[in-house]
C-alpha cells in the first residue's frame, strides 16, 4: 500500500476497524484492507492487562479487499498513531503470507522510538497550553 490514510472507523453497529481510507466523500468512505479491532483483557499480578488483536474484517466471507462504508454507519472517522499504522502494516504482511518471522529486533526498536517520540511532541503541546504559550481562539 503506497498511500498511508490509515484510519479507525467506529461503526454504529459497535464495530471499529483499522483500513486505509481510499476515498472520503459526503456520502460514503471507501477504503481497502479493513482489520477489525478487538481488545482482550487478562487479570495478571498487576492487575488487568489489555492487548489488541486485529482480525479479518470481511474477507473471511467474501474475495474482496475495498469496500464503500455509508457515512450513515460511521460514527467516527480518526487517523492511527504511527505505532499503530506500524502494527497495521505488520499483520497484514503476516495475513498475506509475505512475514512470517515477525518485526525484527530492529523494527520494533524504530516502532518503540516512534510512539515515544509521538508522545514526549504531545507532553509538550500540553506542556504548553498549560503554561498559555499558545492561545486558542
Not at 502494527?87 to 512475514?99: H, P, Q, R, S, T
Request: with cysteine.
Amino acid at each position: 500500500m503506497n498511500n498511508k490514510n490509515y484510519s479507525i472507523v467506529k461503526l454504529s453497529n459497535g464495530e471499529n476497524i483499522i483500513c486505509n481510507v481510499i476515498n472520503n466523500s459526503d456520502n460514503s468512505i471507501e477504503i481497502e484492507s479493513p482489520l477489525k479491532l478487538e481488545t482482550h483483557g487478562k487479570l495478571t499480578s498487576k492487575g488487568i492487562a489489555e492487548s489488541l488483536s486485529l482480525v479479518r474484517w470481511m474477507q473471511p466471507f467474501c474475495d474482496y479487499d475495498k469496500f464503500t462504508i455509508n457515512k450513515n454507519t460511521v460514527i467516527i472517522n480518526v487517523p492511527v498513531s504511527i505505532g499503530l499504522g506500524k502494527y497495521y502494516e505488520f499483520i497484514l504482511k503476516k495475513l498475506n503470507g509475505l512475514d512470517i518471522i515477525g518485526p525484527s529486533d530492529e523494527e520494533l526498536k524504530e516502532i518503540e522510538m516512534e510512539q515515544k517520540k509521538e508522545q514526549r511532541r504531545k507532553q509538550q503541546e500540553l506542556l504548553e497550553l498549560e503554561s498559555g504559550e499558545i492561545t486558542i481562539h
